[in-house]
């Protein structure tokens, strides 16, 4: 199995390619982002630990009881890997606070053929949205907030 995210599992609305595309430092910092997100959706969440620093924060990963550090993540990424593997990312919309905080407005769609929260593989397909807030230093994930109705997704599967 390939380590590597396909590349079309990444898609990018018009206006966040254009900050892509222009010669800014928002375009560099964002290719930090991306490089976050390919880790992220690998098969192999190993890779996690090149785009991450050895004591990131995944608040809403701790709130549900997983570990701090890049273990609490790689954790979390093996089970929504093996529930959800086609998961598909558009990132529509992406602002900047200073040189090191991004938050992204991103919507997901996938098909569950694997247990998730407890609930065994449906093969409906879903879709929720997800915000993100995180910090970079040195160009690898420190902190990170992201805001996903967890709630919501287990109706989908079960409704």
Same mark, same amino acid.
């Given at each position: 199995m390939s380590a590597k995210p396909q590349a079309d599992q990444i898609e990018l609305s018009p206006s966040v390619r254009a900050i892509l595309d222009a010669d800014r430092p928002e375009s560099q910092f964002l290719k930090h982002? +991306?490089?976050? +997100?390919?880790a992220l959706l690998a098969p192999d969440p190993a890779g996690l630990d090149r785009v991450v620093t050895p004591d990131v924060r995944c608040h809403e990963l701790e709130a549900i009881g997983l570990p701090r550090g890049p273990e609490g993540l790689k954790m979390f990424r093996r089970q929504v890997n093996a529930a959800i593997p086609d998961e598909h990312i558009v990132i529509s919309a992406v602002r900047f606070e200073g040189d090191d905080i991004i938050e992204a407005? %991103?919507? %997901?769609d996938a098909t569950q053929t694997g247990e998730l929260f407890g609930i065994p593989a449906t093969g409906r397909k879903i879709r929720f949205d997800v915000h993100e807030r995180c910090r970079f230093v040195d160009g690898k994930l420190a902190e990170r907030q992201a805001q996903v109705d967890f709630e919501a997704i287990k109706r989908k599967l079960t409704d």
């Open positions: 982002f +991306l490089r976050y +997100l390919q407005d %991103m919507v %997901m």
